[in-house]
């Protein structure tokens, strides 16, 4: 009984011990690129409501990945901004033509 325990055991961890080493040939497990975001903002355009909602972060081991997080968000703000500074650009345009209609309407 000894015997067959000890010949049970010396197989289970020569199997163990092949599974884990891959018997030698190859890899193990393959090299898988880690999950990382590719850009799905257009680069061409300014980003739409449409964009922001399609848009899926890559999820890492505690959650979000926060470079890929700040990315977007640093983006997102951007654009933002610049949308901002149009809108003021073209108020303060509207009141300037508003204004001129305004003086030559009275002379």
């Given at each position: 009984?000894?015997?067959?325990?000890?010949?049970?055991?010396?197989?289970?961890?020569?199997?163990?011990?092949?599974?884990?080493?891959?018997?030698?040939?190859?890899?193990?497990?393959?090299?898988?690129?880690?999950?990382?975001l590719?850009?799905?903002l257009?680069?061409?355009?300014?980003?739409?409501?449409?964009?922001?909602?399609?848009?899926?972060?890559?999820?890492?081991?505690?959650?979000?990945?926060?470079?890929?997080?700040?990315?977007?968000?640093?983006?997102?703000?951007?654009?933002?901004?610049?949308?901002?500074?149009?809108?003021?650009?073209?108020?303060?345009?509207?009141?300037?033509?508003?204004?001129?209609?305004?003086?030559?309407?009275?002379?």
């Open positions: 009984m000894f015997w067959f325990l000890l010949i049970t055991m010396v197989v289970v961890v020569a199997a163990v011990t092949l599974a884990v080493v891959g018997g030698g040939e190859g890899e193990v497990l393959p090299e898988v690129a880690p999950e990382q590719v850009d799905p257009p680069a061409g355009r300014q980003v739409d409501r449409a964009d922001v909602e399609a848009l899926r972060l890559p999820v890492g081991l505690r959650g979000y990945r926060m470079v890929d997080v700040d990315d977007v968000l640093v983006r997102l703000g951007a654009e933002l901004a610049e949308r901002d500074a149009r809108i003021a650009e073209l108020e303060e345009a509207l009141a300037g033509a508003s204004a001129g209609d305004a003086d030559g309407e009275g002379a």
